[in-house]
């Protein structure tokens, strides 16, 4: 099924509402999928719109703070697993954003059904190297990082 939404412009359902669109990150053009919690009816929370539209009037001065979470989470998780001590091939030493970028590729963007956190609510999606089945997940709040994960913390 397909609708036409006046703020998320053209989506598909299937379990979530998607699309892919084209979004600047860093100054490239990346191509990446829109997901939108919904039921199959196409009527969204105003929330959602609210959350939506202030994530991408705020997103170029988000992505800073964004890629420094996830480096931030990567180095936790990475003395988590003792990958610090002893070297592991799949966990490399990442120290700063510029080697982080060689390792994570922007994939997604999240809106979610509003109730989870006392406000607007995103998350964004991140394939990663070290973990190619969990990926990187990382929730907003009213344009701001709250928490990084797998990519289900922004499901």
Known sequence: MRINDSIFGELEYDYI?????IIDFLGKETEISLMVNGDED????EEQYIAYTLLMKKWS????????????YYKSKRHELGYDIENYEKY??????????????????VIPYSGAYDGRECGVTFDCTWDNENGIGVCLV?????EVGYQDVVM
């Open 17 to 21: 509402w998607t699309k892919d669109v």
């Open 142 to 146: 009213d344009e701001k990082v709250i």
């Open 61 to 72: 001065n988000l992505q800073e703070e964004i890629l420094e979470a996830i480096l931030n």
């Open 42 to 45: 196409g009527v969204f929370e």
């Open 92 to 109: 490399p030493l990442i120290e700063n954003i510029e080697n982080l970028l060689k390792n994570i590729t922007l994939v997604g963007i």
